[in-house]
Protein backbone atom coordinates (compact mmCIF):
# COMPACT_ATOMS: atom_id res chain seq x y z
CA UNK A 1 0.00 0.00 0.00
CA UNK A 2 1.66 3.51 -0.86
CA UNK A 3 -0.32 6.79 0.69
CA UNK A 4 0.60 9.92 -0.91
CA UNK A 5 0.21 13.65 0.52
CA UNK A 6 1.01 17.09 0.52
CA UNK A 7 -0.83 18.29 -2.58
CA UNK A 8 -3.17 21.28 -2.76
CA UNK A 9 -4.01 24.78 -3.92
CA UNK A 10 -0.67 26.99 -4.49
CA UNK A 11 -0.12 29.94 -7.04
CA UNK A 12 2.24 29.97 -9.64
CA UNK A 13 5.70 30.14 -8.47
CA UNK A 14 5.26 28.59 -5.04
CA UNK A 15 6.45 25.05 -3.91
CA UNK A 16 4.95 21.80 -2.47
CA UNK A 17 6.28 18.97 -1.46
CA UNK A 18 4.84 15.62 -1.65
CA UNK A 19 5.10 12.48 0.23
CA UNK A 20 4.69 8.90 -0.31
CA UNK A 21 4.52 6.39 2.48
CA UNK A 22 4.60 2.62 2.10
CA UNK A 23 3.58 -0.11 4.14
CA UNK A 24 4.03 -3.63 3.40
CA UNK A 25 6.99 -3.99 1.37
CA UNK A 26 10.09 -5.62 2.62
CA UNK A 27 12.64 -5.08 -0.17
CA UNK A 28 15.43 -3.02 -0.24
CA UNK A 29 15.61 -2.54 -3.77
CA UNK A 30 12.81 -1.06 -5.95
CA UNK A 31 12.00 2.00 -7.47
CA UNK A 32 9.54 4.83 -6.39
CA UNK A 33 8.02 6.90 -9.28
CA UNK A 34 6.08 9.78 -9.34
CA UNK A 35 3.81 10.12 -12.12
CA UNK A 36 0.62 12.60 -13.03
CA UNK A 37 -2.78 12.83 -14.99
CA UNK A 38 -4.70 16.00 -15.77
CA UNK A 39 -7.89 15.67 -16.74
CA UNK A 40 -8.27 14.14 -20.36
CA UNK A 41 -4.62 13.72 -20.33
CA UNK A 42 -2.65 10.24 -20.50
CA UNK A 43 -1.01 9.12 -17.17
CA UNK A 44 2.38 10.42 -17.44
CA UNK A 45 6.22 10.15 -15.78
CA UNK A 46 7.39 12.64 -13.30
CA UNK A 47 10.69 11.34 -11.67
CA UNK A 48 11.44 8.22 -10.73
CA UNK A 49 14.16 7.17 -8.24
CA UNK A 50 16.39 3.90 -7.23
CA UNK A 51 16.51 3.10 -3.83
CA UNK A 52 20.18 1.04 -5.00
CA UNK A 53 22.24 3.92 -5.85
CA UNK A 54 19.94 7.10 -5.51
CA UNK A 55 19.68 7.53 -9.61
CA UNK A 56 16.83 9.08 -10.80
CA UNK A 57 14.81 10.41 -13.93
CA UNK A 58 13.33 13.65 -14.70
CA UNK A 59 10.47 14.17 -17.10
CA UNK A 60 11.87 17.55 -19.28
CA UNK A 61 9.07 19.10 -18.41
CA UNK A 62 10.18 19.46 -14.65
CA UNK A 63 13.88 19.37 -15.03
CA UNK A 64 15.49 22.36 -12.65
CA UNK A 65 12.21 22.38 -10.99
CA UNK A 66 11.65 19.13 -8.96
CA UNK A 67 13.48 17.00 -6.92
CA UNK A 68 12.90 13.64 -5.96
CA UNK A 69 14.33 11.84 -3.01
CA UNK A 70 14.35 8.64 -0.54
CA UNK A 71 14.44 8.54 3.24
CA UNK A 72 15.79 4.94 2.75
CA UNK A 73 15.44 4.20 6.98
CA UNK A 74 11.45 4.73 6.23
CA UNK A 75 11.17 3.69 2.69
CA UNK A 76 9.43 7.06 2.01
CA UNK A 77 9.75 8.64 -0.98
CA UNK A 78 9.39 12.71 -1.73
CA UNK A 79 8.86 15.26 -4.49
CA UNK A 80 9.92 18.58 -3.77
CA UNK A 81 8.10 20.60 -6.61
CA UNK A 82 9.78 24.15 -7.10
CA UNK A 83 8.26 26.93 -9.22
CA UNK A 84 5.10 25.35 -10.01
CA UNK A 85 3.41 26.28 -13.34
CA UNK A 86 -0.31 26.02 -14.06
CA UNK A 87 0.45 23.00 -16.74
CA UNK A 88 1.58 21.22 -13.45
CA UNK A 89 -2.00 20.73 -12.51
CA UNK A 90 -2.92 17.25 -11.75
CA UNK A 91 -3.53 14.12 -9.95
CA UNK A 92 0.05 13.10 -8.60
CA UNK A 93 0.45 9.44 -8.04
CA UNK A 94 3.38 7.92 -6.64
CA UNK A 95 4.14 4.22 -7.27
CA UNK A 96 6.63 1.43 -6.80
CA UNK A 97 8.23 -1.07 -8.70
CA UNK A 98 10.50 -4.23 -7.23
CA UNK A 99 12.54 -3.45 -10.14
CA UNK A 100 15.06 -1.35 -8.71
CA UNK A 101 16.57 -0.10 -11.93
CA UNK A 102 13.34 0.16 -14.31
CA UNK A 103 11.30 1.89 -16.34
CA UNK A 104 9.78 5.05 -15.31
CA UNK A 105 7.09 4.35 -17.11
CA UNK A 106 3.15 3.34 -15.63
CA UNK A 107 3.18 -0.15 -17.31
CA UNK A 108 6.30 -0.59 -15.45
CA UNK A 109 5.00 -0.17 -11.76
CA UNK A 110 3.86 -2.27 -9.35
CA UNK A 111 1.85 -0.75 -6.66
CA UNK A 112 -0.32 2.59 -6.67
CA UNK A 113 -0.85 5.20 -4.38
CA UNK A 114 -4.77 6.71 -4.82
CA UNK A 115 -3.00 10.55 -5.74
CA UNK A 116 -2.79 13.70 -4.26
CA UNK A 117 -4.51 16.54 -6.38
CA UNK A 118 -2.19 19.50 -7.16
CA UNK A 119 -4.10 22.61 -8.32
CA UNK A 120 -2.20 25.30 -9.52
CA UNK A 121 -3.23 29.00 -9.80
CA UNK A 122 -2.36 31.69 -12.03
Known amino acids: QLVESGGGLVQAGESLRLSCVPSGFTSDDYTIGWFRQAPGTEREAVSC????????FYADSVKGRFTISIDIAKRTGYLQMDSLKPEDAAVYYC?????????????????WGKGTLVTVSD
Open 95 to 111: AHSLTPWGYCRPDAMDY
Open 49 to 56: ISSVDGST
